[in-house]
């Protein structure tokens, strides 16, 4: 099935909501409309070459202004892993970087591959194109009125989030093994791997030398999620298999709960026990 096939929009894009920072900017909107064709566009045409964005001023601060913020947060709290690929890709602090510029480079480290999206795409979707070591990544950003905290996926979420942490390998693997199993899963199945992989890859938190670290992209990617994380507030779970794939998230808040991943070969481990007991 090709990919002007399978990419299509979800109805409940945020910037449709009233309570979207967005909603009511049209330049905002038409601001976005434009970003969002080229990748339906990019879709549409199996293009090979990324869509370049010439990102305005104003956007480039709103980089700048979370950068600048998330560095601090990021040196205490990230893990090595995600400080490890920050350092290797050395990611640009005055200007937002180009998305075809990142997948070359992730090419090179990781025989990883970043590709244009619209906005929310099924789950089904997203996940499977993991299998072929792919992430499909928004290359809007946020609106200006509020740049520490995005109810949905944007660049600043897709760069400062996963990004780096798509130059490790067994973490690519474990993402990999999540995307060949929603190829082929039921419904029952693929809500079980949507919320493993909301749980760790979004929103884990892994031990590492006794102190508790973040994983997740969604958490690394956001001033509020991190530092709500570290509050004292959040709640901190033991990692249980059962209980993450029983448990549902809403994307648009911040979370109130976390659970601690002992380390990436556990859960490699319990991704796989779980993908055989389908």
């Known amino acids: ?116 999206i619209h906005g929310l795409v099924d789950a089904r979707i997203f996940l499977s194109k993991l299998a072929n070591n792919t992430m499909l990544c928004t290359q809007y950003i946020r609106h200006p009125s509020k740049p520490e905290f995005t109810p949905e996926p944007d660049i600043i979420h897709e760069v400062l989030g996963h990004v780096p942490l798509f130059t490790n390998p067994q973490l690519n693997k474990i993402s990999q093994l999540i995307g060949k199993a929603a190829i082929s899963a039921t419904k029952s199945q693929l809500l079980s791997l949507t919320r493993l992989y909301w749980y760790t890859i979004e929103y884990g938190l892994i031990k590492e030398h006794n102190q508790i670290k973040a994983l997740g992209a969604g958490l690394l990617g956001g001033i509020h999620d991190l530092q709500n994380a570290f ?48």
Do not use: C
Request: proline residues 6%; charged residues 20%.
């Open 1 to 116: 099935m090709s990919s002007a096939t399978l990419i299509q929009p979800l109805h409940t894009l945020p910037i449709l909501d009233l309570d979207h920072p967005g909603a009511h900017d049209q330049e905002y909107r038409k601001r976005r409309e434009i970003i969002t064709n080229a990748a339906l566009e990019f879709h549409a045409q199996q293009s090979l070459s990324l869509p370049l964005v010439e990102y305005t001023t104003e956007e480039h601060k709103v980089w700048q202004h979370v950068y600048k913020k998330l560095k601090h947060l990021h040196d205490k709290h990230a893990s090595s892993l995600y400080n490890q690929g920050r350092t290797l890709l050395n990611l640009p602090q005055n200007h937002i970087p180009q998305l075809a510029h990142l997948s070359e480079q992730l090419q090179q480290l990781s025989n990883f591959h970043l590709e244009p």
């Open 231 to 278: 509050s004292g507030h959040a709640i901190h779970k033991p990692f249980n298999m059962q209980e993450i794939i029983n448990t549902d998230f809403n994307y648009s808040f911040e979370q109130p709960h976390f659970f601690v991943i002992p380390s990436l070969d556990n859960l490699q481990t319990e991704t796989e026990q779980l993908i055989k007991s389908f």
